[in-house]
Nanobody, 119 residues
Framework: QVQLAESGGGLVQAGGSLRLSCAAS????????MGWFRQAPGKEREFVAG????????LYSDSVKGRFTISRDNAKNTVYLQMNSLKPEDTAVYLCAAGRNIIGPYNYWGQGTQVTVSS
């Protein structure tokens, strides 16, 4: 069973930065796409960013475009989410996901890491 472990969350002031990491238990090259999602209390889970196997194709939600950057290091089996200019509305549990196929639901999910942005 594939395991994804997120790390790097924490408490930061508005305008600050955090870098999240997602370490996979098998080669990330085996996943056609990987992504980051987030879920705030009382809200539905929402897509944040995604990246294809090669790393050349990325996708962002409008709410984070220009502030967040997703990247992957297949040699380290790790996906990153660099978050800059954080806002209080970015507060959520951030989850990593991996998909075998380019389309359809993601196959594997991590447990999540809490990000809290204070105003």
């Amino acid at each position: 069973q594939v395991q994804l472990a997120e790390s790097g969350g924490g408490l930061v002031q508005a305008g600050g930065s955090l870098r999240l990491s997602c370490a996979a238990s098998e080669s990330t090259f085996s996943f056609s796409r990987m992504g980051w999602f987030r879920q705030a209390p009382g809200k539905e889970r929402e897509f944040v960013a995604g990246i294809r196997r090669s790393g050349e194709i990325t996708l962002y939600s409008d709410s984070v475009k220009g502030r967040f950057t997703i990247s992957r290091d297949n040699a380290k089996n790790t996906v990153y989410l660099q978050m800059n200019s954080l806002k209080p509305e970015d507060t959520a549990v951030y989850l990593c996901a991996a998909g075998r196929n380019i389309i359809g639901p993601y196959n594997y999910w991590g447990q999540g890491t809490q990000v809290t942005v204070s105003s």
